[in-house]
């Protein structure tokens, strides 16, 4: 399962951590969410550096997109993948749409 969250280190530098959610309790138990919706990106997107809006938990359903962080690493997400945008601060992330197809994602806000 390709699940990775985006956070700002003690540095305000965006990383990513490879997470496992079947060994962490907290993930079957359930975490609180305030609200649900479902977001296009169309093909050739690009989203500047930028922190996430909003702690947030994003499925990916359809199409490609990539995240850069500042230290040159990036990582592709694709369907089925899934990714908790926790870097609220900082010098943020790069958000770039990869190929043709546009990108289809459930979006699921959480409190901070």
């Given at each position: 399962?390709d699940f990775?969250?985006?956070?700002?280190?003690e540095?305000g530098?965006?990383?990513?951590?490879?997470?496992?959610?079947?060994?962490?309790?907290?993930w079957?138990?359930?975490l609180?969410?305030t609200q649900?919706?479902?977001?296009?990106?169309?093909?050739?997107?690009?989203?500047?550096?930028?922190?996430a809006?909003?702690?947030?938990?994003?499925?990916?359903l359809?199409?490609r997109?990539?995240?850069?962080?500042?230290?040159?690493?990036?990582?592709?997400?694709?369907?089925g993948?899934?990714?908790?945008?926790d870097?609220?601060?900082?010098?943020?992330?790069l958000?770039?749409?990869?190929?043709?197809?546009?990108?289809?994602?459930?979006?699921?806000l959480?409190?901070?």
């Open positions: 399962m990775v969250r985006v956070f700002a280190g540095d530098a965006s990383r990513f951590e490879f997470i496992d959610p079947l060994a962490n309790a907290d079957a138990r359930g609180p969410a649900c919706s479902v977001r296009q990106m169309a093909a050739g997107t690009v989203m500047d550096w930028h922190p809006p909003r702690r947030q938990l994003v499925i990916h359809s199409g997109l990539e995240i850069a962080l500042p230290d040159g690493s990036a990582h592709t997400f694709g369907p993948s899934i990714r908790l945008m870097d609220v601060s900082g010098s943020g992330h958000t770039r749409v990869i190929g043709e197809e546009p990108v289809l994602q459930a979006v699921i959480m409190p901070v």
